[in-house]
């Protein structure tokens, strides 16, 4: 499943819930080919909503384990990139 945001092919879905908030899911079936190191223009806070081993490796860093609950940072122009696990994720970002 790949979504098609402004013109852009994502391999997310996601839903606006307010001007700096959104909620973001990456299907299961997403390939990992598509989680690609990227980097973002604003800070952000990622609070994971939904997680089966799912991971988020920040630049020069090993990879952590998203675990339901938690809220991690993520400096604008950092690179990071997810791993996949199974099922969906589902995160919610805050952008600052």
């Not at 973001?24 to 980097?39: G, K, S």
């Not at 996949?84 to 994720?89: H, Q, R």
């Amino acid at each position: 499943m790949v979504a098609e945001l402004g013109g852009n092919l994502q391999p997310y879905v996601e839903q606006k819930l307010s001007d700096n908030r959104r909620l973001r899911t990456f299907p299961e079936t997403v390939w990992e080919d598509d989680l690609v190191w990227h980097r973002d223009r604003t800070d952000r806070h990622i609070k994971v909503i939904s997680s089966d081993g799912w991971q988020l490796q920040m630049d020069n860093k090993i990879p952590k384990d998203l675990v339901i609950g938690e809220t991690h940072f993520i400096p604008k122009e950092t690179y990071h990139r997810l791993i996949k696990g199974i099922n969906d994720l589902v995160v919610e970002i805050i952008d600052q």
